[in-house]
């Protein structure tokens, strides 16, 4: 992924989605497998990338913010 073909900002990993949604690693887990975010996360393999603005729409939450309903 090149940054010349989109402005998108992703983030890498199980661990870039739990930094994002500012949860745990296991939290992330549970919120990926539940599929709320499937519009926003792209596997291939053990390969996760998610589309961080994406993501945070979906979840409907705003960099800072803790959500206690997970």
């Known amino acids: ?3 010349n073909v989109t402005s998108t ?3 890498k990993g199980i661990g870039g ?5 500012q949860v745990s690693i296991s939290t992330a887990k549970r919120i990926k497998k539940r599929g709320s975010l499937k519009k926003a ?3 291939e393999g ?3 990338l998610t589309n961080a ?3 945070l729409e979906l979840f ?3 960099p800072g913010k803790h959500h206690t309903n997970l």
């Open 1 to 3: 992924m090149t940054e």
């Open 9 to 11: 900002q992703w983030v």
């Open 41 to 43: 996360i792209h596997q």
């Open 17 to 21: 989605l739990a930094e994002l949604l």
């Open 46 to 48: 053990r390969t996760i």
């Open 60 to 62: 409907g939450a705003t």
């Open 53 to 55: 603005p994406l993501a």
